[in-house]
T-cell receptor, first 114, second 112 residues
């Protein structure tokens, strides 16, 4: 039973389109995250939600809008996709945000914008 | 959060111990050392963390020097499935955002 699941696993789309990536966790965690891994393999946090409230927004363009309908879900909607948005997007969750918590990551969504 | 420095790559023979070093010379007293790894095409996976005492779990051991300026992650009997990028991350005790700052990590290649 997958702890943090993302759909779709692969997404190929044209520039200018709008797309969404869904994430669900069945761990009962309060905090969820989106990370982006670019072509150089750098992993960087984008957003964090705690109990459906946004707590981190790392100066991500407005075209990216996370939505958390409930504690177990954090979806990422991207408007007007650009070539530079091509990357692997990882969802993660943790039981709170303190230092003694470990984060559990999903398998990633490989987004390719053509 | 303090910066970490890791060698870009290392090799290890299967069945032998893999010792992955991390330098965090600017670490402050309230900062923890975390290790995660990322196996190819998968999401990062938590391994272990510690403050100043050595820690061991079913995956690995973490040895932190007395001055806390460096640490070593030990995989006691490396297998081919341990081939991955290993990230050493420092997080402040006061950190309440859950944010992880990943560096470049060390690519560990376990060879038969």
């Amino acid at each position: 039973d997958t702890a943090v699941s993302q759909t779709p696993k692969y997404l190929v789309t044209q520039m200018g389109n709008d797309k969404s990536i869904k994430c669900e966790q069945n761990l009962g965690h309060d905090t969820m995250y989106w990370y982006k891994q670019d072509s150089k393999k750098f992993l960087k946090i984008m957003f964090s939600y705690n109990n459906k409230e946004l707590i981190i927004n790392e100066t991500v363009p407005n075209r990216f809008s996370p939505k958390s309908p409930d504690k177990a879900h954090l979806n990422l909607h991207i408007n007007s996709l650009e070539l530079g948005d091509s990357a692997v997007y990882f969802c993660a969750s943790s039981r709170g945000q303190g230092v003694n918590t470990e984060a559990f990551f999903g398998q990633g969504t490989r987004l390719t914008v053509v | 959060d303090a910066k970490t420095t890791q060698p870009p790559s290392m090799d290890c023979a299967e069945g032998r111990a893999a010792n992955l070093p991390c330098n965090h010379s600017t670490i402050s007293g309230n900062e923890y050392v975390y290790w995660y790894r990322q196996i190819h095409s998968q999401g990062p996976q938590y391994i272990i963390h510690g403050l100043k005492n050595n820690e061991t779990n079913e995956m690995a051991s973490l040895i932190i020097t007395e001055d806390r300026k460096s640490s070593t992650l030990i995989l006691p009997h490396a297998t081919l499935r341990d081939t991955a990028v290993y990230y050493c991350i420092v997080r402040a005790y006061s950190s309440n955002t859950g944010k992880l700052i990943f560096g470049q990590g060390t690519t560990l290649q376990v060879k038969p």
